[in-house]
């Protein structure tokens, strides 16, 4: 079973308040990282190949790109690679935000 975690500042906030993670932030901190990218789709290569549109800074590691996207206010990546899980604690401080399940 794929694990799915969600960047989000939702935990910080009183109750009814909000302070979603912006797209411009995201593309404000990630211009700054060498080893993401931006795109508006994601191409998923398998049996059959499928184009997902949507705000994606893609994440190259090693042969692996893996896509953090960013979609109302949060950010969400797959756990399946272990390499994940320090690169979204990283991302998730930089970010003033905290992870959860989701």
Request: glycine share 6%; charged share 25%; proline share 6%.
């Amino acid at each position: 079973m794929i694990q799915r975690y969600r960047i989000t500042r939702e935990m910080q906030q009183p109750e009814g308040q909000v302070d979603p993670i912006t797209l411009e932030e995201c593309q404000a901190y990630f211009a700054l990282q060498p080893d993401f990218i931006y795109t508006p789709v994601f191409t998923v290569k398998g049996e059959a190949t499928m184009s997902i549109e949507g705000d994606f800074f893609l994440w190259d590691i090693g042969t692996a790109s893996i896509p953090f996207r960013h979609y109302e206010g949060d950010l969400y990546v797959s756990g399946t690679n272990e390499a994940v899980i320090p690169k979204m604690i990283e991302v998730a401080s930089a970010l003033r935000a905290d992870i959860a399940e989701g």
